[in-house]
T-cell receptor
């Protein structure tokens, strides 16, 4: 358990509204990630961060933005939510980045987002 | 780019049956391979991993061997229990294909064990 919390855990919102999900970690891990989980797709990477203010896109980044102003917090923002963004969102962390070594990622408990 | 293919479920077995969940991958270079498990309503937990060819990962009676010649990482367990009911994900990281730093997941296999 890498001390990862996500908030909120559940959210229902309407199409067109902005939504921000928060991931908080207490392990001082350098890398943080956002994934979405959908039936029939497994988990897909949205964005990741390799340090404060350093972020990059993943496989499904369209419609999402991220920010990391502190090591411990990684925010995922949906500027104008759409029904296709209804999903379960998982945050993950890694001490040094997956390409740097053989450690694994640690996952948070997830946020279930429903966009009506 | 990297990709992972695993058998989709649901897979339904009786308690004490032998389990195999197939996983094959596409990646250049030498990726690390993982199996994650997700119990109902929870996040993902690492089940086992292997970081080089012929390595065998094992945990809680589950095993998987990194087979580079067949690009496979099949999950096996000799005698499953009802408590093993969950969704299992095969995943990889690394390799030499560049791209984002993150795991590439299969679609997940829903395993149901009946008493």
């Amino acid at each position: 358990d890498a001390g990862i919390t996500q908030s909120p855990r559940h959210k229902v919102t309407e199409t067109g509204t902005p939504v921000t999900l928060r991931c908080h970690q207490t392990e001082n891990h350098r890398y943080m990630y956002w994934y979405r989980q959908d039936p029939g797709h497994g988990l897909r990477l949205i964005h990741y961060s390799y340090g404060v203010k350093d972020t990059d896109k993943g496989e499904v980044s369209d419609g999402y933005s991220v920010s990391r102003s502190k090591t411990e917090d990684f925010l995922l923002t949906l500027e104008s939510a759409t029904s296709s963004q209804t999903s379960v969102y998982f945050c993950a962390t890694h001490p040094r980045g997956l390409r740097a070594g053989t450690d694994t990622q640690y996952f948070g408990p997830g946020t279930r987002l429903t966009v009506l | 780019g990297n990709s992972v293919t695993q058998m989709e479920g649901p897979v339904t077995l009786s308690e004490e049956a032998f389990l195999t969940i197939n996983c094959t991958y596409t990646a250049t270079g030498y990726p690390s391979l993982f199996w994650y498990v997700q119990y109902p309503g929870e996040g993902l937990q690492l089940l086992l991993k292997a970081t080089k060819a012929d390595d065998k990962g094992s945990n809680k009676g589950f095993e998987a061997t990194y087979r580079k010649e067949t690009t496979s990482f099949h999950l096996e367990k000799g005698s499953v229990q009802v408590s093993d009911s969950a969704v299992y994900f095969c995943a990889l990281s690394g390799g030499s294909g560049g791209g984002a730093d993150g795991l590439t997941f299969g679609k997940g296999t829903h395993l149901i064990i009946q008493p």
